[in-house]
T-cell receptor
């Protein structure tokens, strides 16, 4: 069983819709990261969470440490939000990555 | 520099050849990580440096893979006798350490033909 599971694997939505991507994990962590990867591009760090909730623009990330679950929300989605969103667990040293959620926002 | 720089951005090599991939981290970042990402997968850990030493190399798949960071700054990932299965995007990230975030490079896309 993978230490980190993301759902859904693929998500297609219309511009303007509210988007939720989920991440569940099974190990103890010091922090959880949400990352964005565009096709052919590098990885951009969106959030690093150890508790509660963070907001940046239209992006919101939450984490429930007791339930070992995190969500990434995008409000008023836009085609430029189309990318792969990756949840990564931070242990003592290295990151353990989920497989990613491929998000496509259609105009 | 302003970000993590990886060179080359693309590398095509023949099976059996030797390749070197370079990572230039953010100045002052003591921690440096190498990850490998195959198509449609999340990145997989290869090796982590703290300063000049490899603190964790448990992700290196076999002894054809080796990485160095001789002066605690630039790192080179070396792959001997490349195989087609080595084809992937090799990502480098650096961090100041502790609970600080990570900055990723744009990756090197390696294709072994």
């Amino acid at each position: 069983k993978n230490e980190v599971e993301q759902s859904p694997q693929n998500l297609t939505a219309q511009e303007g819709e509210f988007i939720t991507i989920n991440c569940s994990y099974s190990v103890g962590i010091s922090a959880l990261h949400w990352l964005q990867q565009h096709p052919g591009g590098g990885i951009v760090s969106l959030f690093m969470l150890s508790s509660g909730k963070k907001k940046h623009g239209r992006l919101i990330a939450t984490i429930n440490i007791q339930e070992k679950h995190s969500s990434l929300h995008i409000t008023a989605s836009h085609p430029r939000d189309s990318a792969v969103y990756i949840c990564a667990l931070q242990g003592a040293q290295k990151l353990v990555f989920g497989q990613g959620t491929r998000l496509t926002i259609n105009p | 520099g302003a970000g993590v720089s990886q060179t080359p951005s693309n590398k095509v090599t023949e099976k059996g050849k030797y390749v070197e991939l370079r990572c230039d981290p953010i100045s002052g970042h003591t921690a440096l990580y190498w990850y490998r990402q195959s198509l449609g997968q999340g990145p997989e850990f290869l090796i982590y440096f703290q300063g000049t030493g490899a603190a964790d190399d448990s992700g290196l798949p076999n002894d054809r893979f080796f990485a160095v960071r001789p002066e605690g700054s630039v790192s080179t990932l070396k792959i001997q006798r490349t195989e087609r299965g080595d084809s992937a995007v090799y990502l480098c990230a650096s961090s100041p350490g502790g609970m600080s975030g990570y900055t990723f490079g744009s990756g090197t896309r390696l294709t072994v033909v």
